[in-house]
């Protein structure tokens, strides 16, 4: 399931906070882990100015030469290397260069519209990696290891369907229980006397879409713990609410990786999920289309 991991660090509280859980995982899995640093070049002026870059890339070195040291002492084959330029670039570079199953990223869970505005390096790898990106916060302290419960959400799409897929098979290898969740969202549906007949509806083809997902996960020899249709005004509240009542240790959800100014300022369910989840989760992104 995750024979080559990634992890980013930058020798961060958060990231060394991340790398237990990383270092847990890695063993479990008996997987090869990557261990990258990116010295951040992508500013004009810092290009201009060699010693600044040394600087960086010296840091970034001892960076993840302590993390591979961690990694060792742990029996866990890991390999160490440094890269120049925008983090998120050379992050999902290097995961498609490398051929990893999964990248690791901590991420710290902030609020307000300058989050929104700005992102951050975890925020742009998961809109843009075409490897499945598991993020966890450090300060939530719920990441735990090995996953008892996990739990896809889907709404049917392409990007549900790849996630779904993803989340069976972790489910299987960690002798999980797996729950299944579609959501409708109530507010679409406005106030007038249609909005019962609408929600019914919705709620046919919620269940639809549960009965396609666990006729897959059966497939693959995984039978589904639960399967529910939940009702609410948010789609992520509600993931978080059942998060919550199952004890769910890992929320898997699709991604179709967006961008745009629009795309910042309104944000996306994964996008709300990584940033607000207490458990780690599991954003994997449909594969593209000729």
Known sequence: ???????????????????DFVLDVAVAHDATLHLLSVADTSRSAVEQQAEVVETLESNAERVVADA?????????????????????????DYA????????????RGRRGLERFLLGSTTE???????????????????????FESVLVATDG???AD??????????????????LLSVVNVTSLGADVRSDIAVDALEQSANVILDDAAARANGAGVDPAT?????????????????????ADLVVVGTHGRTGFDRYVLGSVAEYLVRTSPVPVLTVRAPETE
Do not use: K, N, W
Request: proline share 5%; net charge negative.
């Open 1 to 19: 399931m995750f024979d080559a991991i990634l992890f980013p660090t930058d020798g961060s509280d958060g990231a060394d906070a991340a790398l």
């Open 162 to 179: 790849a996630a779904l897929d993803r989340g069976v098979a972790v489910a299987d290898a960690e002798d999980a229980a797996l729950h």
């Open 227 to 247: 399967r529910e249709v939940a009702f609410g005004s948010s789609v992520h509240r509600a993931i978080l609410d059942f998060v919550d009542e199952r004890d």
């Open 124 to 146: 742009r790898v998961v809109r843009r990696s075409d490897v499945p990106v598991l993020t966890l916060r450090p300060d939530a302290g719920d990441a735990d290891y090995p």
């Open 157 to 159: 799409s392409d990007g």
């Open 68 to 92: 591979a040291e961690q990694a060792r002492e742990r029996g866990i084959d890991a390999t160490a290397e440094v890269r120049a330029g925008a983090p998120h670039s050379a992050i999902c």
């Open 96 to 107: 498609t260069d490398a051929g990893v199953d999964v990248v690791v990223m901590p991420t």
